[in-house]
T-cell receptor, first 114, second 110 residues
Framework: DTGVSQNPRHKITKRGQNVTFRCDPISEHNRLYWYRQTLGQGPEFLTY????????KSRLLSDRFSAERPKGSFSTLEIQRTEQGDSAMYLC????????????FGDGTRLSIL | GESVGLHLPTLSVQEGDNSIINCAYS??????FIWYKQESGKGPQFIID?????DKRQGQRVTVLLNKTVKHLSLQIAATQPGDSAVYFCAEIRGDKLIFGTGTRLQVFP
């Protein structure tokens, strides 16, 4: 399968714990995006990378959130000191080059905070 | 599996009929639009895209229409099948990111 891969698919943790998600984009896609989706809503942009450079961060991305893409391939999204409001689906998408190319999504990581 | 969009607008169609899903966008400067299909427990799946220099684009069983005058986008699905049941989102490119519209749940009944 050569699509976008996200791990884990589900994560259940207690409030206050740290969690880390991984995204493997489609090979040779140099742009990688993170979105968050809550029930009944469309995905909301969090941040994106072009190669290893993080180019934009949403105001939704508080100081507790950090994303990396160290070698321009896979990316990680870490949430520190999780809160109940962090419960959501975290989606990753990738695209090749220009903004007018479709973004292809993974199946997300479902985070549940107890 | 978990449902996506429990309180979304819903379109119910009979199998074999054509479906039309509508979307309004807000930014008149947007020049690229995408329709996505999202099934329960999965990520959005690309269906079809259209650039602002076009007003119609056709794919396999799907057609997207763009009316820039009223900032309206529609997705037409021909001969709707049970496998088309999902939540559909339109999205516009704003800057370097996608802005998603309110989804529509499509239900296909026999």
């Amino acid at each position: 399968d050569t699509g976008v891969s996200q791990n884990p698919r589900h994560k259940i943790t207690k409030r206050g714990q740290n969690v880390t998600f991984r995204c493997d984009p489609i090979s040779e896609h140099n742009r990688l995006y993170w979105y968050r989706q809550t029930l009944g809503q469309g995905p909301e942009f969090l941040t994106y990378f072009q190669n290893e450079a993080q180019l934009e961060k949403s105001r939704l991305l508080s100081d507790r959130f950090s994303a990396e893409r160290p070698k321009g391939s896979f990316s990680t999204l870490e949430i520190q000191r999780t809160e109940q409001g962090d419960s959501a689906m975290y989606l990753c998408a990738s695209t090749k080059g220009a903004v007018d190319q479709p973004q292809h999504f993974g199946d997300g990581t479902r985070l549940s905070i107890l | 599996g978990e449902s996506v969009g429990l309180h979304l607008p819903t379109l119910s169609v009979q199998e074999g009929d054509n479906s039309i899903i509508n979307c309004a966008y807000s930014n008149s400067a947007s020049d690229y639009f995408i329709w996505y299909k999202q099934e329960s427990g999965k990520g959005p799946q690309f269906i079809i895209d259209i650039r602002s220099n076009m007003d119609k684009r056709q794919g396999q069983r799907v057609t997207v229409l763009l009316n820039k005058t009223v900032k309206h986008l529609s997705l037409q699905i021909a001969a709707t099948q049970p496998g088309d049941s999902a939540v559909y989102f339109c999205a516009e490119i704003r800057g370097d990111k996608l802005i998603f519209g309110t989804g529509t749940r499509l239900q296909v009944f026999p």
